[in-house]
């Protein structure tokens, strides 16, 4: 309730205080309205780029990571084929 009445209170002194200064109010809003669509149109202009260099990203060509991809798959294979002759040699020479 007291939230409420300091509200109302609040507003009614607000409106007053707009109708005593409106001219002041008036000058306020002049001077402040290029401000905030100088800083507005600067971040506008931030996250368009952003998003810009985003796209570049994704058109990027995935062919030199398919190449490294494919050594790396033969260097596998020669690990485990190494790791495999290896395994045979410990068994033979066990039994």
């Known amino acids: 309730m007291k939230t409420l009445i300091g509200g109302a209170v609040a507003a009614v002194l607000g409106l007053i205080g707009l109708s005593v200064w409106f001219g002041e109010f008036?000058?306020?809003?002049?001077?402040?309205?290029?401000?905030?669509?100088l800083l507005g149109g600067g971040l506008a202009?931030?996250?368009?780029?952003?998003?810009?260099?985003d796209t570049w990203k994704k058109e990027e060509p995935v062919e030199p990571a398919a190449a490294e991809a494919g050594d790396d798959v033969?260097?596998?294979?020669?690990?485990?084929?190494?790791?495999k002759k290896e395994i045979e040699a410990l068994k033979g020479e066990k039994a």
Not at 45 to 53: A, N, Q
Not at 74 to 83: A, G
């Open 74 to 83: 033969e260097k596998y294979k020669k690990e485990i084929d190494d790791l």
């Open 45 to 53: 202009l931030y996250l368009g780029f952003d998003e810009l260099k």
């Open 26 to 37: 008036l000058q306020i809003l002049a001077g402040a309205l290029p401000i905030m669509l």
